[in-house]
């Protein structure tokens, strides 16, 4: 039965450059708080950190915006130059009103401004992309620190996103290696022994959900350690996460 | 600086029939593990046993389903009877598709079959609703817990809920009692000084998120504590979570 579990935040990362062993300054960062990694630990790893070392970073300078970023900048009030941004890293417009673009990215996520991003980055003429493939991000992430650790982990990359419906946003795994990211109770009986009926729960979801709690938005804490909460190891990816269009009722 | 969080599963809670006094109940359980409330534990109850301590439970054998209910139950294999409580706590149906009704509650709330469910009740031809007004459950628990503990807490009601786009369902706060239920970032600066443009932290919905880690859906653990997140003690109500129709691009 599941036991209590932790959340224990990483403090104390300093700032992310492109090519930075992401793998190295986190386990270093946690040494420095009297801390290690154990077996089965969950690392979750807030996308912006990832991209900076990834350099998923574009300088708004060098980007020239066609004639659609123009005209949508000028109805949105934003700088054209990071509507190109936005509108390069889309492969749908899934929504565009009341000033917000909601695309479907070229992975197959659906977030506002394809997840594109101006705030905490150290210039404010640049922007920040989601990685190219988080999935692969998290596999490297996890395999890093496997080298330096010794430790069998599993690691989620987090992103910010709003909700249909829900006022204000959570964070979503975009990212993961090494647990099953849905857990399947379907077939299950509950405990008064009927058939459950809908419960696929969305683990890497409320995972970094979770980790969101510790991390904020001002406290500098770009990720986060959950302890003690028993996973299936496996090698599916967060890409599984993204429901198949046919079963979609909200595209 | 926000440190370590637990995340604390309540065991041994006995099945709640209506008119059960659930801080009771719960102050019992956890003392049965050797633990204690402490002040500013958040508690997150799940739904389920809320509705059946508030009697919002439904015996088919007395509900007379309409035409549309019959015709709804053809389409979709279902009980016609469980159709009718459906649409009896629907509001407006945002969606009918796939063998899915997503529907807006009377509490605003935009879920699937308007929350009824019909898994985990004792007996195979009862439904349960969701309670009348979450935010006074959460009241009312709390209330309750502090009668009885004398410790000041926070309630958050959960239910498991799917999402569009993404495959899986997660935890949502329904109620809430005693913490705010949204961070609001906007106009801080990040730590590189620039202003947070859109960060808006649905904080109840991750914690309900966390506390269905330790919850599962066999587990029996219809409860949990967040203990160590600091929040902001607010009247606010988890009603504050649903976004006004005006800035909904997914009606």
Redesign the interface.
């Known amino acids: 039965?599941?036991?209590?579990?932790?959340?224990?935040?990483i403090?104390q990362i300093k700032?992310i450059r492109q090519g930075d062993n992401l793998s190295h300054i986190i386990a270093e960062s946690l040494q420095q708080q009297q801390l290690s990694f154990e077996n089965n630990d969950i690392l979750v790893v807030t996308q912006k950190i990832v991209s900076k070392a990834e350099g998923r970073i574009v300088d708004l300078a060098t980007v020239t915006p066609s004639s659609f970023a123009k005209h949508i900048a000028k109805n949105h009030k934003k700088d054209p130059r990071h509507i190109e941004i936005i509108l390069q890293e889309t492969k749908r417009i899934v929504?565009m009103?009341?000033g917000?673009i909601?695309s479907e990215t070229h992975h197959g996520?659906?977030c506002?401004n394809a997840g594109v991003d101006?705030?905490?980055?150290?210039n404010?003429h640049t922007v920040s992309l989601l990685p190219q493939d988080p999935d692969a991000s998290a596999e490297h992430i996890r395999s890093g620190l496997k080298k330096i650790t010794g430790k069998q982990l599993a690691v989620v990359i987090s992103d910010?996103w709003?909700?249909?419906?829900?006022?204000?946003?959570?964070?979503?795994a975009i990212g993961s290696s090494g647990l099953e990211?849905?857990?399947d109770?379907r077939g299950?009986?509950?405990?008064?022994g009927?058939?459950?009926?809908?419960?696929?729960?969305?683990?890497a979801?409320?995972?970094a959900?979770?980790a969101?709690?510790?991390?904020?938005?001002?406290?500098?804490?770009p990720a986060a350690i959950?302890r003690g909460?028993s996973y299936s190891p496996s090698s599916t990816k967060a890409k599984?996460?993204?429901?198949d269009a046919k079963?979609?009722?909200?595209r």
């Open positions: 039965m599941q036991d209590t579990i932790q959340i224990i935040p403090k700032e929504r009103d009341h917000v909601i996520f659906i506002a101006e705030s905490n980055i150290g404010n910010t709003g909700r249909p419906w829900r006022e204000g946003q959570v964070n979503f990211v849905l857990q109770y299950e009986k509950d405990p008064y009927y058939d459950l009926q809908v419960s696929l729960i969305a683990i979801d409320e995972l959900a979770a969101e709690l510790v991390m904020g938005k001002t406290k500098k804490i959950i909460y599984k996460l993204i429901r079963t979609d009722l909200f």
